[in-house]
C-alpha cells in the first residue's frame, strides 16, 4: 500500500469540523459566505481566501498561539487518514475514515462492489454516468440538472464528508451544453479533494474561487476528449495541489501529459491502485502519482 510524507503548514490546518447527515442546497458559483448561506462550512474555501488576505505563516500563528514554539504538540497529533483506489476510467473510489465509499464518476462499470454509499456522476458520456444506480446506493449526485440549462447544486454533509460541486459545461453535438458537467469536491479528514469530471473548458477565476484550495486534484489526461494535454498541464499547474492523480487515459501516452509538467511535479509510477494519505502525510512538492491501470 502506497503511503505518500510530511507537509507541516498543511497539518497546521488540521481541525475543521463537518456537520453531520445533513443536505444543503448548494452555493451559487460565485464565492459566498457559508454561514450566510445557513450551510456547513467549506475548509477549500475559507483556506483560500484566507491564504488570499495574508502569508501562510501569519495565518497560522495568530489561529494557533504558541503553536511555532512547540513542536511537540504535531507530534501528539496523528491525523486520521482516507483511502483512494483507482476502479477505473474516471472512476477513484474514496474510503473515509469512518468507512464511507464515494464512487465518482459512476457508471456503474467500476467502484460497484463493495457498493458505495455516495456516488457522484457526470453526463458527457455513458461511461460517466448510470440511468439506473444500484436502488442500495444512499446518494446518488449527478452533476447536471434536468431543468434546461439550469446547472445542478449540490452541497451534502454526510458522516465525516462534506461533498459539493462546481458548474462546468460540455460540448454537446455542435455547441456547449451549459452545466452539463460538475467538478466535484470532497472535504474529508481535513483534505480538500477534487475531481474534475468530463472537464472541457479552462476554468474562469470564477470556478477557482468556487473550487477554493486542493490538496489532491483528479485530472483527465486524455490528450483532447476532454481539455488538450497542454491545457490540462497549464490548469493542473495553476491548482497547484500536492497531490495529483491522472485518469481518463485512453489513447494519449500518459508521458504526454507529464512532459507538459516536468520540473513543476515531481512523478511517481505506482505498482498498486491504492494510496493512503493524510493531512500531514502530503509530498512536501507536488507531486504526480500514477496508480496502477491508469
Known amino acids: 500500500m ?15 469540523l463537518l456537520a453531520p447527515a ?9 464565492p459566498i459566505d457559508p454561514s450566510a448561506q445557513k450551510q456547513a462550512a ?41 483511502r483512494i483506489r483507482y476502479a477505473g476510467h474516471s ?8 468507512g464511507l465509499r464515494i464512487a465518482t ?27 439506473a444506480p444500484d436502488p442500495g446506493i444512499a446518494h446518488v449526485l449527478r452533476g447536471w440538472s434536468d431543468e434546461n440549462g439550469a446547472p445542478a447544486r449540490h452541497w451534502l454533509a454526510v458522516g465525516d464528508a462534506l461533498i459539493r460541486n462546481v458548474p ?8 456547449m451544453e451549459v452545466a452539463g458537467n460538475s467538478i466535484f469536491i470532497f472535504e474529508i479528514a481535513d483534505l480538500c479533494i477534487g475531481h474534475l469530471g468530463h472537464l ?5 477565476d470564477a470556478h477557482h474561487a468556487a473550487i477554493g484550495r486542493l490538496d489532491i486534484v483528479m485530472v483527465p489526461v486524455d490528450g483532447g476528449l476532454t481539455l488538450s494535454t497542454s491545457a490540462m498541464a497549464e490548469l493542473v499547474e495553476r491548482l497547484q495541489a500536492r497531490l495529483v492523480l491522472p485518469m481518463h487515459r485512453r489513447f494519449s501516452p500518459i508521458e504526454d501529459f507529464l512532459s507538459r509538467t516536468r520540473g513543476n511535479f515531481d512523478v511517481r509510477f505506482e505498482t498498486e491502485d491504492t494510496i493512503d494519505v493524510s493531512i500531514r502525510s502530503l509530498p512536501r512538492t507536488p507531486t504526480i502519482v500514477i496508480l496502477k491501470g491508469v
Open 2 to 16: 502506497l503511503k505518500v510524507a510530511i507537509s507541516s503548514a498543511a497539518a497546521l490546518l488540521a481541525g475543521l
Open 22 to 30: 445533513t443536505a444543503y442546497a448548494a452555493p451559487p458559483l460565485e
Open 42 to 82: 467549506s475548509r477549500c474555501m475559507l483556506v483560500a481566501r484566507d491564504l488570499q488576505r495574508q502569508a501562510l505563516p501569519v495565518q497560522l500563528a495568530r489561529a494557533m498561539p504558541g503553536a511555532m514554539d512547540t513542536p511537540l504538540q504535531w507530534s501528539a497529533y496523528e491525523p486520521p487518514e482516507i
Open 91 to 98: 472512476t477513484f473510489v474514496i474510503e473515509t475514515p469512518q
Open 105 to 131: 464518476d459512476f457508471s456503474g462499470a467500476f467502484g460497484a462492489r463493495p457498493l458505495p454509499d455516495i456516488v457522484t456522476m457526470n453526463h458527457a458520456h455513458i461511461t460517466h454516468w448510470t440511468p
Open 168 to 175: 462546468t459545461d460540455i460540448r454537446r453535438g455542435g455547441g
Open 200 to 204: 472541457h473548458h479552462p476554468l474562469t
